[in-house]
């Protein structure tokens, strides 16, 4: 008589023991890959914001406007109001700089005077994780572009 191979039951219940631990082990792991994801698309814009405030200022300083607590300039066609040569914090005067704002990214209600905030969530508020633009307040300092909300 030939004997038949195969796994025993207890083989098979190991076996099934070995998977649930590593499904609870590596499941948060992949569960929080949104929340990830969203700060990386947050860090992401943070860098376009701060590289479109630098062109600003370049422009300006070449008009020789980057002193002025308030004036114009022309980018593009675009009059860009500038506060010390970089943008104000205006949803107006950021949206002719960064694509997206309005559709992607979504002002951020609530958030202070001289300070507006962007989310890529369709109703944001300040508990959201967000971009925060806070415009330069001299002609020593730059804006402040940080995350808010966004590394737990």
């Known amino acids: 008589m030939t004997k ?53 200022y370049s422009k300006a300083a070449t008009e020789g406007q980057e002193a002025a607590s308030s004036a114009t300039i022309t980018i593009d066609g675009e009059a860009i109001n500038i506060v010390f040569g970089y943008p104000v914090a205006t949803s107006s005067a950021l949206s002719k700089l960064v694509s997206g704002l309005g559709t992607d990214w979504n002002l951020v209600k609530g958030t202070r005077a001289k300070e507006v905030g962007y989310s890529s969530s369709r109703s944001p508020t300040t508990s959201d994780c967000y971009v925060s633009y806070n415009e330069a307040t001299d002609k020593d300092s730059e804006p402040n572009i940080v995350l808010k909300n966004c590394y737990n």
Not at 14 to 33: E, H, S
Request: avoid cysteine; charged fraction near 20%; glycine fraction near 10%.
């Open 4 to 56: 038949k191979g195969g796994f025993t039951l207890i083989e098979l219940v190991i076996v099934m023991v070995i998977l649930g631990i590593l499904a609870i082990t590596a499941a948060p792991k992949f569960l929080n890959l949104q929340d990830d994801a969203r700060e990386a698309a947050a860090e992401g814009f943070k860098s376009a914001m701060k590289g479109a405030a630098e062109i600003v």
